[in-house]
């Protein structure tokens, strides 16, 4: 069985940084053609794609996020690290992880982890 | 914006047939994904590779994908079915979503 899980902080201040963990378990990011990909979705709007890591360490992202956003992989710890700097209010979402295990579908998706931007 | 254009709404009565739309100029030419999300729920995949259902999604769930549009079909819908659905492409490593439409069944 597949799952993933977001962790963080739930509140950050305008300025900082954010970092967000996703620990996955059943797959292994060392397999051909396996990714994780952050997605986001602020309060009442549709979903946004964030960022994605595949497994020979490609990294891919938001063109308008690029300047503020990486992601690594710890294939020994089996997560994936999103790291967003200076953070606004327009940033506070619901953040969600999923596996990429084929070249152009996500599934199974994490919980989600709501993420406040406030001072 | 978002990169694919879906209609906003959609609704169907109990039973009938609903179906989804996502445009993009050339979508035919690239694979297109289907997600699920009821309130505070996350995401399900219902659809993969324009038309493929995993496993655990029911056969009333169907897709198609030519030309410049893709479209959901949901057969003999039934309540459960009322969530917001979500169209995804893929362009050059760059993971492009429909601004998701809202299905309501009544």
């Known amino acids: 069985q597949i799952t993933l899980k977001e962790s963080g902080p739930t509140l950050v201040e305008p300025t900082q940084t954010l970092t967000l963990t996703c620990t996955f378990s059943?797959?292994?990011?060392?397999?051909?053609?396996?990714?994780v990909g952050w997605f986001r979705q602020p309060p009442g709007k549709a979903l946004e794609w964030v960022a994605l890591?595949?497994?020979?360490?490609?990294?891919h992202y938001r063109p308008s996020l690029k300047s503020r956003l990486t992601i690594t992989k710890d294939t020994s710890k089996n997560h994936v690290v999103l790291i967003m700097t200076n953070v606004a209010p327009a940033d506070t979402a619901t953040y969600f992880c999923?596996?990429?295990?084929?070249?152009?579908?996500?599934?199974?998706w994490g919980q989600g982890i709501v993420v406040t931007v406030s001072s | 914006s978002y990169d694919l254009t879906q209609p906003p709404s959609v609704s169907v009565s109990p039973g009938q047939t609903a179906s989804i739309s996502c445009s993009e100029d050339k979508l035919g030419d690239k694979f297109v994904s289907w997600y699920q999300q009821k309130p505070g729920q996350s995401p399900i995949l219902v659809i993969y590779q324009d038309s493929k259902r995993p496993s655990g999604i029911p056969e009333r769930f169907s897709g198609s994908n030519s030309g410049n549009t893709a479209i959901l079909t949901i057969s003999g819908t039934q309540d459960m079915d009322e969530a917001d659905y979500y169209c995804q492409a893929w362009d050059s490593g760059t993971v492009e979503l429909g601004g998701g439409t809202k299905l309501t069944v009544l």
């Open positions: 059943g797959f292994t990011l060392t397999t051909t053609g396996v990714g």
């Open positions: 890591i595949l497994w020979n360490d490609d990294k």
């Open positions: 999923a596996q990429n295990p084929g070249p152009y579908w996500f599934d199974p």
